[in-house]
């Protein structure tokens, strides 16, 4: 009960908020968005770079495999 009392009030003071102060909240969207687009594109681009890596290594990985080789484990893993 007191979760849905709170989340009452928490809506209304936010549309308050936003009636009062929205030029203000503007300035923070066209501040805030940007920023956000530039991390998120840094995320995609590691992301990206990775799963280059990854396939590259899985073709390695089978074209030994092709050649009669046992694949080497991985850095880290157990032999």
């Known amino acids: 009960m007191g979760a849905l009392i709170g989340g009452i009030v928490a809506v209304v003071l936010g549309i308050w908020g936003l009636a009062v102060w929205f030029p203000l909240f503007v300035k ?4 805030a968005v ?5 991390l998120g594109g840094i995320i995609a681009i590691a992301a990206g770079i990775s799963d280059i ?3 590259l290594e899985e073709q ?3 074209e030994k495999e092709k050649q009669g080789e046992a694949p080497q484990p991985a850095e880290g893993e157990k032999k």
Do not use: T, W
């Open 60 to 62: 390695r990985e089978k």
């Open 53 to 55: 890596k990854d396939r």
């Open 34 to 38: 940007p920023f956000f687009l530039l």
């Open 28 to 31: 923070g969207l066209q501040a």
